[in-house]
């Protein structure tokens, strides 16, 4: 029934059509709990309607009604923490899935090694992340509560291997083992399948066909290392590297170092090269907001402003509003002109740098900010501005990556200005059916992981005929209106042609699914639930609470998550100072004297004040 009402709402594209959409809107929610013990027994079928809303509603139909292909093995590129989540989306969705992975662990980006390796993401030894715990973690197994709010690498390793054993999932992954290409068969436009040529570490090559693939190789792994741009580098006397090849300040002690670049690599390298080297200057070509990871109250920046009502005000005012709102605040910490920090761009056209001690090396003198280097002499480099350091030991070129899919064929991608064109940041466009999927090539105001897993669940789902692709054509024009958006709000080069909007995007995923959380549902159902979810930090456990994948723990995660959030902080016993009404009694005592004495004061030394001022309001009693 809600299928043929909605097709009807469709067609009718009026009033009427819309009032259809509405009722359909507010009756879901109701169908989908009056028909919540049988969701084992039938499959779920989700209708997006004209107007916006995502409708949830149960039939009877076989799967094969809305998916010519039916897809059962499944491989997934890479054992990072997106292929880790859609190794367990395919698990979910009774798929068979196969995880390679070309290093001998898991863990991708967060995996440490002392040496870089090549074609693989590295990382420094002092890293943390910039994203508290609970707004990083899956939606279905919190960070334990002991752990702390901002992870050490090592920690967030630790956690991928807590999932990855709560879930099942390492016996899915083959290690050491290359992925040489990705190829669709020759049937393809038949059966949608793929050949996947492997090649172990002993270079023995194998082929595999495959229903399906997902694609998790990341966008940290190919550094870019732009010389041209930087005349006379051949002519430098010191040593020069790319920020992937940093693992630590060894090298800098006593050293003149300069950073070329202000992303948040560059500004933890200049910070903890500043506590060793001799001096080190920031070379930036635009500048950067500079924000901290710790806000009012002490907590963490994220669960504090990555919230639904922050979302809802994002879009009831004009953005323009926020950066003058944001960028004032953040100047009333420390000026960014005065620092010379201060970008060309408004604070949410481009992500900030999350540091909370650059601003203070700065003040101490141990990082001094300069403009782009304009040329290098030998040991000296020189800056737009004419200025110019002598004697300069170590360049780090911290100028972000290049991104590409090596194994894919170029037919595959869809080129949409500056970046990869795929359909919501997932599926190529231009294909004849729906199997190769992108998880985790994205980026937004908020953690990777929930964004990929979401991605995971959507793609696994569509895989399966669940949800139903729209035509080639509409999708290529929604990656291009897509892409205008992205120029239009942001500012994108070609080492960063992605950014979404972190809330809009994850909802309008989860409506495709069936699992965004109804807020006015939840607001007759279940209100301190509600408040929650449109005051609180946006985790990832909302889209646990109905729908496929739901989670039982979902709703006490999202009423604990604070509670996790304190709990590493409490290393000490405080006693809270408590008011007692003896130190009230105390204080109105004193408070008594203090006017007592007062009027006695003015009693003594100008009797006939207070008989003065009394006989304005008493003439009879004076």
């Not at 919230?307 to 879009?315: A, E, G, K, M, P």
């Not at 399966?464 to 509409?474: C, E, F, I």
């Amino acid at each position: 029934f809600c299928k043929v009402a909605a097709s009807g709402a469709e067609q009718l594209g009026n009033n009427w059509g819309k009032l259809i959409d509405c009722v359909l809107f507010w009756f879901a929610p109701f169908l989908q709990e009056i028909y919540s013990e049988k969701r084992q027994s039938v499959c779920t079928l989700f209708i997006a309607h004209p107007t916006g809303f995502t409708t949830t509603s149960s039939h009877c139909f076989p799967i094969s009604c809305y998916s010519s292909i039916m897809v059962h093995r499944v491989a997934v590129i890479g054992a990072g923490p997106s292929g880790l989540t859609s190794v367990k989306a395919c698990l979910d969705e009774g798929m068979v899935p196969t995880c390679f992975e070309s290093s001998n662990d898991m863990g991708g980006l967060w995996k440490f090694k002392e040496v870089s390796e090549p074609n693989r993401a590295s990382i420094y030894r002092s890293l943390t992340i910039n994203i508290s715990k609970e707004m990083m973690c899956f939606s279905d197994l919190p960070i334990p509560a002991d752990y702390p709010n901002y992870m050490h690498h090592s920690k967030i390793l630790k956690y991928f291997r807590m999932y990855a054993d709560h879930f099942k999932l390492l016996k899915h992954i083959r290690f050491q083992t290359v992925v040489k290409s990705v190829r669709q068969r020759p049937d393809f436009s038949r059966t949608g399948q793929w050949e996947v040529v492997t090649e172990d570490k002993d270079g023995h090559e194998e082929s595999h066909v495959f229903d399906a693939v997902i694609c998790c190789s990341g966008h940290y792994t190919y550094p870019n290392l732009p010389l041209k741009d930087f005349p006379g580098i051949e002519t430098f006397e010191g040593k020069y590297f790319h920020s992937w090849d940093y693992k630590g300040p060894e090298d800098m002690y006593g050293k003149r170092v300069v950073v070329i670049g202000i992303g948040n690599s560059g500004g933890d390298i200049a910070v903890e090269g500043s506590r060793v080297a001799e001096q080190v200057y920031m070379s930036t070509r635009r500048g950067a907001w500079v924000v901290r990871q710790v806000v009012d109250n002490g907590l963490p920046l994220d669960m504090k402003y990555n919230t639904r009502i922050v979302h809802i005000l994002f879009q009831l005012l004009p953005i323009n509003f926020f950066n003058w709102m944001v960028e004032k605040r953040l100047n009333t910490m420390y000026d960014h002109t005065m620092y010379a920090l201060k970008p060309t761009h408004r604070f949410f056209s481009q992500i900030p740098v999350i540091n909370d001690d650059l601003p203070f090396r700065i003040l101490s003198g141990a990082v001094i900010v300069k403009p782009n280097v304009k040329e290098i002499r030998g040991s000296t480099v020189v800056f737009d501005d004419g200025s110019m350091v002598e004697k300069v030991d170590t360049i780090v070129f911290a100028t972000g990556y290049n991104y590409g899919f090596p194994y894919l064929p170029s037919s595959v991608m869809h080129k949409s200005g500056q970046r990869v064109g795929l359909y919501k940041h997932v599926f190529p466009p231009n294909l004849e059916h729906p199997t190769l999927a992108i998880v985790g090539f994205i980026h937004a105001f908020g953690a990777i992981m929930p964004q990929a897993e979401m991605q995971a669940r959507w793609a696994t789902r569509v895989f399966k005929g669940y949800k139903k692709l729209p035509s080639n054509q509409a999708m290529i024009k929604a990656v291009e209106k897509d892409t205008r958006d992205i120029e239009k709000n942001y500012f994108v080069s070609k080492l960063t042609p992605l950014e979404v909007d972190f809330v809009s995007y994850m909802d309008d995923l989860a409506g495709d699914i069936g699992v965004r959380p109804n807020l006015l549902w939840l607001f007759f159902t279940d209100f301190p639930l509600f408040k929650r979810v449109l005051w609180g930090p946006m985790t990832a456990y909302q889209y646990r609470l109905t729908g496929p994948g739901k989670w039982e723990g979902s709703r006490r995660a999202i009423f604990t998550q604070f509670d996790r959030m304190y709990q590493p902080l409490k290393t000490r016993q405080v006693v809270e100072q408590e008011t007692s009404y003896a130190g009230l009694l105390i204080k109105l005592s004193l408070t008594i004297m203090a006017g007592g004495a007062a009027a006695y004061y003015v009693h003594v030394h100008h009797p006939t004040a207070i008989s003065t001022l009394m006989s304005k309001f008493h003439p009879q009693t004076v």
